[in-house]
């Protein structure tokens, strides 16, 4: 059972570079979101999404677009990438319900550093 | 306002008790978590509590929540050299949407 993947591990890219973050879970999980976590500032909702289909933005949505096709996947996408993306990035995905019986469940995150 | 505030650091050593504080900002949330961050991974559940609890004990770990100061902490007895992580806390939004406060770095020597 792989969980929650994410790939890459590691990216750099250009200022203004596309590039798309990928995450597939294997769980059933319905919901799938993804957070940056940038140093002092804990991690941030960007977008999330209750099932395929939908999707809604977070916290910090601006200069991100997602979508979910499938229940298993949920990619981020950055159209023109800024150095004030460069951050971890991590997928979570949890089902229906609270508490420790539908914990959030998170992938290794992508490191990724914008030039 | 959003924030969710913790302290940044925290040492102690091994054997001692830790307490990890958090103050959260809204008095309706339901769900409150500790996670756990060991580096290089992912996060990791540790406990929970729901709003209208004040205390959980799980093994070596205890939550206490004061709901009329929006306080939140996390003791970890006999706190061993593998304890030494981040700690997050986190209210839910609803829809499994966590705000996560800034985390609080452990450091246990032996």
């Known amino acids: 059972n792989a969980g929650v993947t994410q790939t890459p591990k590691f990216q750099v890219l250009k200022t203004g570079q596309s590039m798309t973050l990928q995450c597939a879970q294997d769980?059933?999980?319905?919901?799938m979101s993804w957070y940056r976590q940038d140093p002092g500032m804990g991690l941030r909702l960007i977008h999330y999404s209750v099932g395929a289909g939908i999707t809604d933005q977070g916290e910090v949505p601006n200069g991100y677009n997602v979508s979910r096709s499938t229940t298993e996947d949920f990619p981020l996408r950055l159209l023109s990438a800024a150095p004030s993306q460069t951050s971890v990035y991590f997928c979570a995905s949890s089902s229906p319900g609270t508490g420790k019986n539908s914990p959030l469940h998170f992938g290794n995150g992508t490191r990724l550093t914008v030039t | 306002g959003e924030d969710v505030e913790q302290s940044l650091f925290l040492s102690v050593r091994e054997g001692d008790s830790s307490v990890i504080n958090c103050t959260y900002t809204?008095?309706?949330?339901?769900?409150l978590y500790w996670y756990k961050q060991e580096p290089g991974a992912g996060l990791q559940l540790l406990t929970y509590i729901f709003s209208n609890m004040d205390m959980k004990q799980d093994q070596r770990l205890t939550v206490l929540l004061n709901k009329k100061d929006k306080h939140l902490s996390l003791r970890i007895a006999d706190t061993q050299t593998g304890d030494s992580a981040i700690y997050f806390c986190?209210?839910?939004?609803?829809?499994?949407?966590?705000?996560f406060g800034t985390g609080t770095r452990l450091l246990v020597s032996p």
């Open positions: 986190a209210e839910d939004k609803g829809f499994q949407k966590l705000v």
């Open positions: 769980m059933n999980h319905e919901y």
């Open positions: 809204d008095s309706s949330s339901t769900y």
